[in-house]
């Protein structure tokens, strides 16, 4: 490290250190205890531990739930989540696509897919292992821009981030704990400060978040006052830069002070 005439700090990136042989072996060691499982026998795993199929609801409010349902709801998630499409998931598993597309059509919306999700943080935020990651009372936030074919309204040209195609952005909220409790497409091309403190009024899971971090693009001076009129705790972690130097944890826990462009002290007419 070292200081330029100017005052500014200069700090050099960190030389890459030589991992020892014993490091490399106990790695080796702790991967051949870990089984390689298809995903599909993680999804019943993971169902038969949190019931979050359970949430995945009929459209139409269809009680009656038939024993091969629960099979075609996993086959649509690994295709959706894969990219791998229902068409190819079809002649990959022997489900017709029709029965598929149904499932899909009927069974997955936002509401059911977010009350799958929280079924999931939950049963992860009350393991003892989970507390030593965090206690789950902060979180952050982050846009990631996807790009995409075909037509979708919610798709637009970018060209820093899809060249002469189209995309989206995802905006997602994730906890202390490594839980994603919020996730939302968006328009690429939307400002990301809109969303911040939506992820948290809409939290419905156990996790009782109370400060959140987002950076530059979602630190505004109207979030950091609608986080403090809800009671919450909004800290911005802004891009450092030569003629703004990156101010300390206490400074980004809140903005400097509202301008009041000369307006009175008491702004009630006297009667």
């Known amino acids: 490290m070292r200081l330029t005439d100017d005052g500014e700090l200069i700090i050099p990136p960190l030389t890459a250190e030589d991992v020892p042989a014993e490091a490399d072996a106990l790695r080796a060691e702790l991967a051949g205890m870990l089984p390689r499982v298809p995903i599909a026998s993680v999804l019943v795993e993971v169902d038969a531990r949190t019931g979050f199929t359970d949430h995945l609801v009929h459209a139409g409010g269809k009680v009656n739930r038939?024993?091969?349902?629960?099979?075609?709801?996993?086959?649509?998630?690994?295709?959706?989540?894969?990219?791998?499409?229902?068409?190819?998931?079809?002649?990959?598993?022997?489900?017709?696509?029709?029965?598929?597309?149904?499932?899909?059509?009927?069974?997955?919306?936002?509401?059911t897919l977010e009350a799958a999700n929280a079924a999931v943080v939950n049963y992860h935020h009350r393991l003892p292992l989970t507390q030593a990651f965090g206690s789950g009372t902060l979180s952050s936030s982050d846009g990631q821009r996807f790009p995409?074919?075909?037509?979708?309204?919610?798709?637009?040209?970018?060209?820093?981030y899809f060249a002469r195609g189209q995309g989206v952005s995802t905006y997602t909220h994730v906890s202390d704990q490594h839980s994603t409790f919020d996730t939302k497409v968006i328009v690429a091309t939307a400002p990301e400060s809109h969303y911040v403190l939506d992820g948290l009024l809409g939290n419905a899971t156990d996790l009782a978040v109370f400060e959140h971090a987002t950076d530059t693009h979602g630190a505004t001076l109207a979030n950091f006052a609608?986080?403090?009129?809800?009671?919450?705790?909004?800290?911005?972690?802004?891009?450092?830069?030569?003629?703004?130097?990156?101010?300390?944890?206490?400074e980004r826990r809140a903005p400097r002070p509202l301008p009041t462009r000369g307006w009175p002290a008491d702004p009630a007419p006297e009667h």
């Not at 990959?92 to 059509?105: F, I, K, R």
């Not at 995409?148 to 970018?158: E, N, Q």
């Not at 609608?226 to 206490?250: M, N």
Request: glycine share 4%; proline share 8%.
């Open 226 to 250: 609608l986080f403090d009129l809800v009671g919450k705790q909004l800290t911005a972690h802004p891009r450092p830069r030569k003629d703004h130097p990156l101010p300390d944890r206490a």
């Open 148 to 160: 995409i074919k075909g037509k979708s309204i919610t798709a637009r040209h970018l060209s820093r």
């Open 66 to 111: 038939p024993a091969e349902l629960k099979r075609n709801l996993m086959y649509v998630i690994i295709a959706e989540a894969t990219n791998m499409g229902l068409s190819a998931m079809a002649e990959s598993c022997g489900v017709p696509y029709d029965v598929l597309a149904w499932t899909a059509e009927w069974y997955f919306r936002p509401e």
